[in-house]
């Protein structure tokens, strides 16, 4: 955007008038405003590419590690200076963790961001960003679990892709003694998917309660996948290891991972490089679902946001750079991962289907059809339920502990931690 000055001078003579008149007309371009911008490195050729197509705005980058992040806005806030005015959020917490009365830094974007553009994304995609009733952020990219396959193996063992949990545990049960595996049973993130996959409140917010929960494990719907969790420990289907230690990256190379449940990037940043699975092989399908439920509750393990200032001194700019960078076409075609935006995904997804390295076409479609299933109870919290997880229920496991022995102990971790940091629990 450019301004432009008019000087308009009245001036007796005829011929100095139409000289100053030749002069006002002239424009000139005002200084670009500059908007410090804190991200990561896999989003900088994105704020760079906003830079280059819009010559009223100058960005100031810096590259700040993921982790280091709230406690450098909470520095920078008690000091006043150097505060960022748009961010990159690697990690769904951080919303809450930067909307407290110590660090209340983000800007409330409910009424800034057009409801069109909100509606946009896809279902739920947006529910780390909701907090307290108020938009924070928007969200960059999806990470909803889905199946991944190895499509020859299955069809070599004759096996069909389960759809739901009873069946996923029944081939468990057929595959287990034969040596394979079907993921871990101790990484937290699909611990956690499992958990509350049939609607377990392990942390949920309370509509239309300001900072309250509910936490409450000792429901079937908590009780019934922490014993299939166990069962599948107990066959050997699921694994005492995480997916990413080096005995389980061995099973994967050596064919004895058929199938697993994981996000819609395991695929091309684990799947493809980690265990090496050849091309042709690699397929998808839809997250599974219980007997009993009318269509599946998939979680997510990641998806970063976009959020801004909210005492900058360029809210408008702020607030387009943060809605450029989560659904312009053009940026995101090229993003790191699914994004959350729709028509952004749809040409993202191009290069998927064109893909041969996959098995089917219709890989991104079936990421696409699972979005809608996204649990809205994934949300920003000022603390993390993974860590808990894996320091209350992952570590027990691999000394012989269970899953539904744990859950106690892990409701009195996460009812402590909800108090310490301000919530209230129901």
């Known amino acids: 955007m450019f301004k432009s000055q008019n000087w308009l001078v009245k001036a007796a003579g005829a011929a100095l008038g139409l000289a100053l008149g030749a002069l006002g007309s002239a424009s000139f371009a005002a200084d670009p405003v500059t908007i410090n911008v804190w991200s990561d490195t896999p989003r900088l050729t994105m704020f ?11 960005l100031n980058v810096t590259t700040v590690a993921p982790a280091d992040l709230v406690a450098k806005i909470q520095l920078a806030l008690q000091a006043k200076s150097e505060i960022p005015d748009v961010i990159f959020m690697s990690d769904i917490g951080y919303t809450a963790q930067l909307s407290t009365r110590r660090a209340n830094y983000l800007m409330d974007l409910t009424n800034k961001v057009p409801q069109k553009l909100q509606d946009e994304f896809y279902t739920n995609s947006n529910s780390p960003c909701h907090v307290n009733g108020k938009l924070l952020c928007l969200r960059n990219d999806m990470a909803h679990m889905i199946i991944w396959y190895d499509k020859p193996a299955m069809e070599k063992l004759g096996k069909t892709v389960p759809t739901t949990f009873e069946d996923f545990q029944k081939l468990g049960d057929e595959l287990g003694p034969q040596g394979y595996v079907l993921g871990s049973g101790v990484e937290s993130f699909p611990l956690h998917s499992f958990l509350v996959s049939d609607g377990c409140d392990m ?113 408008d700019q702020v607030v387009d750079i943060i809605e450029w960078m ?61 860590d808990a997880i894996a320091k209350i229920v992952s570590a027990p496991l691999a000394t012989g502990g269970t899953v539904v022995g744990a859950l106690p102990a892990l409701q009195t971790e996460l009812t402590n931690l909800a108090k310490l940091n301000g919530y209230t629990v129901e």
């Open 326 to 386: 989560a659904t312009n076409v053009a940026n995101q075609t090229n993003a790191v991962t699914l994004p959350a935006d729709q028509p952004s995904a749809q040409a993202w997804g191009a290069r998927l289907k064109a893909d041969p390295y996959y098995a089917s076409p219709d890989v991104f479609d079936i990421q696409v059809a699972a979005a809608p299933f996204s649990n809205p109870a994934y949300t920003s919290l000022r603390f993390s339920v993974d």
């Open 48 to 58: 760079a590419l906003y830079g280059s197509t819009h010559p009223d705005v100058k």
């Open 203 to 315: 942390v949920s917010p309370v509509a239309g309660k300001d900072n309250t929960v509910k936490i409450d494990l000792t429901t079937e719907k908590c009780l019934k996948p922490a014993r299939l969790v166990d069962h599948m420990i107990a066959n050997g289907s699921l694994s005492k290891v995480g997916p990413f230690d080096p005995a389980f990256v061995q099973l994967a190379k050596s064919g004895k991972v058929p199938l697993l449940i994981g996000p819609t990037w395991f695929g091309e940043y684990v799947i493809k490089p980690t265990y090496e699975w050849k091309p042709g092989v690699l397929a998808d399908a839809l997250p599974l679902k219980w007997a009993d439920q009318s269509q599946p509750l998939t979680w997510s393990w990641g998806g970063g946001t976009y959020g801004g200032w909210k005492d900058t001194k360029h809210p």
